[in-house]
């Protein structure tokens, strides 16, 4: 799952602000799915269907999802084993808000809501992603917030399976010919996951990121000052994601 690239829309809206800007957007932008939902009810609890339903649960099905959003009333998880989440796009609109307006030094009463299309795929088809998949609208925030838990709980798993590919080899050098059959599987599984010969090192530079010189970008999930200037000459500087 890639976070999304840094793109502007060319959407503008003229002429005087209303207060009904946000659900007229949204009306236009997002509608109820037109076809039965394929996925199939279970409770399997994993890292990606806990992602999904994340995203699922602020989402807003667009026009062109061949799948509707599951009822909030239905109290099971979807199995989305066959699927994967693809980003599609950024888009922003701009609407009214009540705390631009009672500010009397803002010279605009508009804010920019900024939001993340993404679609479900089969996998193994989000080259084409044509035919039963589903197309959402979720706000930024919520977007970047569930696919960096996401990322970050693969890294763990990642890591933790790097070490124990170290405590196999550890094991196997000192009774290499104990339980080789059942250790041999395991190996194979965990090589599925990992390159137990590469891992280390890349767990190594996450986790001594900062000491490197790196700045973890997760940090900046939420717009928020990066420097402050004693001059009161000179502007701060800020740093947050964008679309």
């Known amino acids: 799952v890639e976070l999304p690239p840094q793109i502007r829309s060319r959407d503008n809206l003229s002429g005087r602000p209303r207060m009904n800007f946000t659900s007229f957007t949204l009306a236009v932008l997002a509608a109820v799915g037109v076809s039965a939902n ?13 992602y999904v339903s994340k995203l699922m649960r602020g989402a807003t099905p667009t026009k062109n999802s061949q799948i509707r959003r599951l009822n909030d009333a239905e109290e099971y998880e979807i199995d989305i084993s066959g699927y994967s989440v693809k980003f599609d796009k950024c888009q922003f609109v701009k609407t009214y808000d009540d705390e631009l307006a009672e500010d009397e030094d803002t010279p605009t009463v508009l804010a920019t809501k900024r ?4 679609k479900l795929c089969p996998t193994g088809s ?15 925030e919520t977007y970047l917030e569930a696919t960096v838990e ?17 405590q196999d ?28 010969d590469s891992c280390a090192d890349e767990c190594d530079k996450i986790e001594n990121m900062e000491e490197n010189g790196y700045i973890d970008a997760t940090e900046f999930l939420e717009c928020q000052m990066i420097y402050d200037p004693e001059d009161d000459g000179k502007d701060a500087l800020y740093a947050g994601p964008m679309c």
């Open 115 to 118: 939001f993340v299309v993404f």
């Open 169 to 196: 080899d550890e094991q196997e050098d000192d009774a290499e010919e104990e339980a080789e059959e059942d250790n041999g599987e395991r190996r194979r599984r965990r090589k599925l996951e990992v390159d137990c």
């Open 38 to 50: 394929p996925f199939v009810a279970t409770t399997k609890n994993t890292a990606k269907s806990a």
């Open 150 to 166: 996401y990322q970050q709980e693969l890294q763990e798993e990642m890591c933790n399976a790097c070490e124990e590919c170290g």
């Open 126 to 140: 989000c080259s084409t992603c044509n035919y039963n998949f589903g197309e959402y609208l979720v706000d930024l």
